[in-house]
């Protein structure tokens, strides 16, 4: 006897009316009021648009999730963001690890207003969250660093206006993630997205994109595969056209758990999903060897850096765990038009990038930004530190995220205020690694910890995850430690890297390598 699968039942909440449509039903959701609003709508269709509701349910407010492609932004529109996170949304905003804005406390009566002022300056919430192709990530630095292979940007806004409301793709198994990068330090994490488009020289001086596919975290990671081949830059849109229908038709529908492209890949292995992917486009893809790639200690961009252009040169800043209210937002637009040339980009590490800024702007615009809480000479810890939403708004979190990263890099910086190697630190709620646990240096994921007192708050941890050359995922330490203690927790963590590396040019990643996990249970 076969037992025939049951689907998930989002499947037929997303059959009955696409997702898509839910925007005509906004107008009369913002009148009728959130009471009013259907349950599926509410808990599947609305995420479509960005609209996730935030902890608690009760209080009938949202998570607004903006789409920026490539994370580059206008000063006019971050000065929007600016005004929409202050009218709207309590004054609240973070810059995602996909290079996105996130507001909280939205209302739905308020809704069709924001995203009036969102279209009247060219943003889209259309795709920020559901089951669908996410947020086109890009180098921030594209176009700008001399040593880049290609300036990916122009092929992310292909992909991003071809997946565009494209109804042919507005029901996916699940979230589908695109990067494209082409400067050299590859530092969009093309190993755990859907898709990673990756620059390369290829031995006849041609440059291309390496094709990466099946990369994701979650609650089981999995790293991008290579199909081995390359790609020109005008086969980019076709190729992740077809891979996103390879994943429509074959991903698991029965199972959210087991739904991402990494299944498939798992399943089926590089060499089968090479082979469907060229039997859809109906030609054999160019082979192609894997390109160099540094070990991405530092993908921040954190700093003053001169462009490829004499005399210009790009501004990188820090946020603080990613926080970035609407009040600096536009101040930040304010600065980008002052100093700049009024382009913003938005980093996958939190981070905010000004461009084409002239030499005599550089200190001046650094110190502005340093007034901001914004600062241009940051800390490693500043700098690497990612936290996800966490309890104060995401209903799946376990434990509190913001608060806790902003007292870590607090209280590292006041005890190791010398530090200065690369370090990626991050705080995330719940496994669900928003905040890339598995790929950071420290990570730091919520859980329980039973104790006589009762049930605390705490961290698992793992240690040594990083991208880039020889990318591997942290290893998960037999300890789990209270939340309080986090920041004292990590400090001895970098406390014994320093006495104990191999000189001063040892990683912490290599050090972490070179022992096992019952060396490292002892921090
Ligand atoms: Fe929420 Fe978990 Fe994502 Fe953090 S990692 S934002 S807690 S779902």
Same mark, same amino acid.
């Given at each position: 006897?076969?037992?025939?699968? $049951? ?20 107008? $009369? ?8 609003? =259907? ?13 996730? *509701? ?28 600016? $005004? ?38 060219? !943003?889209?919430? =259309? ?9 086109? *990530? ?5 176009? #700008? ?23 042919? +793709?507005?029901? #996916? ?10 400067? =050299? ?55 992740? =056209? ?23 890949? !798992? ?51 820090? *946020? ?87 007292? !870590? ?6 005890? #190791? ?24 240096? !420290? ?29 591997? +995922? ?50």
């Amino acid at each position: 006897m076969t037992i025939a699968k $049951r689907e998930h039942k989002n499947e037929r909440i997303k059959r009955e009316k696409d997702p898509l449509d839910v925007l005509g039903d906004l107008e $009369r959701y913002a009148r009728e009021g959130f009471g009013a609003i =259907s349950e599926d709508d509410l808990n599947v269709r609305l995420r479509w648009y960005g609209l996730y *509701t935030q902890r608690p349910q009760e209080d009938g407010f949202f998570m607004l999730r903006v789409k920026i492609t490539n994370g580059t932004l206008a000063a006019r529109q971050l000065e929007t963001l600016g $005004r929409i996170s202050q009218r709207y949304g309590r004054n609240t905003g973070d810059v995602t690890t996909r290079q996105g804005i996130q507001f909280h406390y939205i209302r739905i009566e308020d809704a069709p207003a924001i995203f009036r002022e969102l279209a009247e300056v060219g !943003i889209t919430t =259309s795709g920020a969250c559901g089951d669908i192709t996410r947020n086109v *990530t890009g180098c921030p630095v594209a176009g #700008l660093a001399a040593d880049e292979l290609i300036d990916g940007e122009p092929t992310a806004w292909d992909i991003h206006n071809h997946f565009l409301d494209n109804r042919e +793709f507005s029901n #996916l198994p699940r979230k589908f993630k695109i990067t494209v990068s082409g400067c =050299s330090s590859y530092c969009t994490g093309h190993e755990i997205n859907d898709i990673g488009l990756v620059g390369v020289r290829r031995p006849d001086g041609e440059v291309a994109y390496d094709l990466w596919v099946g990369g994701g975290l979650g609650s089981k990671e999995h790293f991008a595969e290579r199909l081995g081949v390359h790609i020109r830059p005008d086969e980019a849109v076709e190729v992740s =056209s077809h891979i996103a229908a390879i994943f429509r038709d074959h991903g698991n529908r029965e199972s959210r758990h087991k739904a991402r492209l990494k299944f498939i890949l !798992i399943d089926w292995g590089a060499q089968k999903f090479r082979a469907e992917l060229e039997t859809r486009l109906g030609r054999r893809l160019t082979d192609g060897d894997t390109p160099d790639m540094p070990v991405t200690a530092d993908r921040a961009h954190v700093g003053i850096f001169p462009q490829k252009t004499p005399g210009l040169f790009y501004v990188g800043a820090a *946020t603080k765990r990613g926080v970035l209210n609407g009040d600096q937002m536009i101040a930040v637009a304010d600065l980008a038009r002052q100093y700049g040339d009024g382009t913003i980009r938005l980093t996958p590490t939190q981070n905010l990038i000004f461009l084409n800024v002239p030499e005599r702007n550089c200190l001046p615009l650094a110190e502005a930004l340093r007034t901001l809480d914004l600062h241009v000479e940051a800390s490693a810890f500043r700098t690497g530190t990612l936290a996800c939403t966490g309890r104060q708004f995401c209903k799946l979190a376990v434990v509190e995220t913001k608060s806790r990263a902003a007292d !870590i890099i607090e209280h590292l910086e006041a005890a #190791l205020p010398e530090f200065t190697v690369p370090l990626r630190i991050s705080v995330t709620g719940c496994p669900n690694s928003c905040a890339h646990y598995q790929v950071c240096d !420290i990570g730091l994921v919520g859980d329980v910890l039973q104790s006589p007192q009762g049930k605390r708050d705490a961290f698992r941890v793992f240690l040594g995850g990083h991208l880039g050359n020889g990318h591997t +995922f942290g290893r998960e330490l037999d300890v789990k430690i209270p939340v309080e203690e986090a920041k004292h927790y990590v400090e001895r963590v970098v406390r014994t890297y320093l006495d104990h590396r191999n000189g001063v040019g040892e990683s912490f990643q290599n050090f972490i390598a070179r022992h096992d996990v019952a060396a490292l249970n002892v921090f």
